[in-house]
Every structure is written in C-alpha cells, then in structure tokens.
C-alpha cells in the first residue's frame, strides 16, 4: 500500500551531520487523504503492481542494451564524421533515457520491492556520470520534499548564473539569461562529470550544507561509478581515436544529455504555471499542505505513448510528485484519479497545451525574472 511518509528522504536527513532546518506544510485539508485512498482502491481493483512491473523491466533492457549497442557502434565501428555525429547524439538521448528511467525509479524505490534491486537500479545513474549517493539527497529529498522553494530545492539552482525565482539575488547579467540558459544547460552535465560530485565529496558539503561522504558500499559504488564513467567516456576510446576526436564525442553526447535532462525538469517547474511559494516569515510554515504544494508547484505536459515511454512517465510529473514510490508505468492511470480529485476539491490540476507552449513558458519566466522590477 502507498505510503505518503517519505521514509527515504527521514533517514537521509537524518544521516546529515548538521541536517537542515526542516519545513513544516500546512494542516492537511483531507484532499491527500482522500486522494490516497482513490489511488490505493484504483490499484487493488485493477491489479496495476506499485512496483515490479514486468514493463519497467523490459524497458530496462531495451535501455542498457541500447547503451551498450551504440557505445560499441560508436567506439569501434564509426568511420564517418556525419555517423559519429548521429552515434553521439543518439548516446546522449540514450543516456537521458536510463536517468529518466531506470535510475529515476530505483532512487524513489519505485522499481522493485526489494531494496538492493532499487539500490542497483539507481546506480545506473553512474553510467551517465553522476553519484547516485548525492543525486539522492539533492533530487529525492531537497527537490521533491521542498519543490520550487528557494533555498531548499536545488535542482533549479545555478548559482549566480540564473535567476530562476523571485527570492533569487538579481544581477545585471539576468537580463539576457532567457538567451543564455540554453548554453548552460548543455553543459550541466560536465559540471557534475568534473566538479560537483568531487567537490561535495571532498568538502562533504552539498551545495552549502554539510552532508557526509559516502561510506561502506555507497563509497564503492562512487569510486567504481566513476572509475567506470571515466573509462567508458575517455579510457578505451583514447587507445582508438585521437585527443580531439574523444573530447568532441564527450563534448556532444554531454551536451545533448544535458539539454535533454533540463528541458524535461523546466517543463514541469520552471514555468509560468507554477508556483514558488516561501515559509511564512512568522512561523516559518508552508501555507499549503503538502500535497497541494506539489501540486501547486507542478505542472504536467502533454506527450504521445513513445515520448511518454522514453522520458519515463516524467510529463505526468503531478502523479511522480504525489506517488514517487510508486513504478511511472503506472502514472496514466493514476493521473486521471489525481485530476478528477483535484476537480472535487478545488485544487487547481496544471497542464500545458502543448510542448512548444511548455517551452515558451519557460522563455517568459526566464526574461521576467531577468527584469529588475521582480525582485
């Protein structure tokens, strides 16, 4: 059965040698208990399985098997520069596809029910480059606990470069972010490739806060993953391929990665549509309970079955926010519970149009929040 109380996110905040100060959500409206109990009953009459789903392991096959398909074609087949082009964006768009996918499940312990299967699964996140150890810390707990509150969730946070809300410091260079932050996000990925996992694990700080390094078997998996990474992304193709021809691979499977990853998460938070809500100054208390937040906060986008398979469910990000336990195969049925309780009770069930319209949205809250005048 769901349960609503994050246990995973309780026993990494906890693990935090000086843990942050956490927020509390406004007394429940009964909407998240009763929007439970609709999702539970969905489930037991239907037979739909909350994880172990025979379709989330056949699409991590398909996945891997791709990865490793297009690796090989790439490193040792490719002669042409126009295939070698197409062989390293497909990588790219591969590579999204195990972090939208299989990793993104096994780190919400939404893929199996047994918890070594999840802690596998979520290391896959290791071939593309990034620590699942600190990804779970930023993304399940930071982002999904306090999504678009500033100073909390990080996912939207680049530092100086952006200003991405309206309890943001603005500077003089904003004003042309709507222009820039394209860039940015095509090259995220060599940032965590390069800086920011090493940087949190020697510092033990997570942007800001202090946070443990990885010990026993989570220190295993970050050395070998990364020991890994770089051999696949620089080792073997080195002993075949000249310097330039290696970094220009990197530089475009990174790029595109990188422009995939963000583009997906802009769509559902970093918009018009959503909400970026702060503690009440005198009680330090968030005005909405905690479903509505992430419901408030979220957005949905509309997608045919092919990209919703290959993006993981993520354009139903509503259902991922108020169920991330629960397997993303399962996420069109659920949504369609989700609105209907959202209708009874008043709450506001955000959708896009459409993806161009998504995106235009993203382009607009950009250049507002460039604008001096939002501070």
């Known amino acids: 059965m769901i349960n609503n109380q994050q246990t995973t996110q309780q026993v990494i905040e906890n693990s935090a040698k000086e843990p942050m100060k956490m927020l509390k959500f406004g007394k429940s409206s009964g909407f998240q208990m009763e929007l439970t109990r609709r999702v539970n009953e969905l489930i037991q009459t239907t037979g739909l399985r909350e994880r172990d789903c025979p379709q989330m392991y056949i699409k991590a096959v398909i996945l891997l098997l791709s990865f490793l398909i297009v690796y090989v074609s790439l490193v040792f087949l490719a002669k042409t520069w126009w295939v070698v082009l197409s062989l390293s964006i497909l990588l790219g768009l591969v590579m999204a596809g195990i972090g939208f996918n299989i990793q993104h499940d096994g780190s919400h312990s939404a893929y199996s029910s047994y918890p070594w299967v999840n802690k596998l699964m979520a290391a896959t996140l290791e071939l593309i480059g990034f620590s699942s150890y600190y990804w779970l810390w930023g993304h399940t707990v930071l982002h999904h606990k306090y999504v678009n509150i500033t100073g909390y969730d990080t996912d939207f946070d680049f530092g100086i470069l952006t200003r991405k809300t309206p309890f943001q410091s603005w500077f003089a260079h904003h004003r042309w972010q709507h222009y820039y932050i394209w860039f940015l996000y095509g090259i995220d990925p060599i940032h965590w490739h390069f800086v920011s996992d090493f940087e949190s694990f020697f510092t033990e700080k997570f942007y800001e806060r202090h946070y443990p390094r990885p010990k026993g078997v989570n220190l295993t998996i970050f050395l070998l993953g990364k020991t890994i990474f ?137 250049r507002q929040m460039g604008m001096v005048h939002t501070m």
């Open 230 to 366: 770089f051999t696949l992304a620089f080792g073997i193709p080195l002993m075949f391929h000249s310097l330039w021809t290696v970094l220009a691979c990197y530089l475009i499977t990174s790029f595109t990665l990188g422009i995939v990853l963000n583009v997906v998460f802009l769509y559902a938070h970093e918009v018009e549509e959503a909400t970026f809500p702060m503690p009440l100054k005198d009680t330090g208390m968030i005005e909405n309970d905690w479903a509505i937040h992430q419901i408030e906060t979220t957005v949905n986008f509309p997608c045919n079955p092919v990209l919703t398979w290959f993006l993981g469910g993520l354009n139903y990000q509503i259902e991922h926010h108020l169920f991330p336990n629960i397997c993303h195969v399962n996420y069109p049925a659920i949504s369609k519970v989700v609105e209907e309780t959202c209708q009874e009770f008043g709450v506001k069930y955000k959708k896009h149009q459409s993806i161009w319209g998504g995106l235009k949205s993203h382009f607009r809250w950009m």
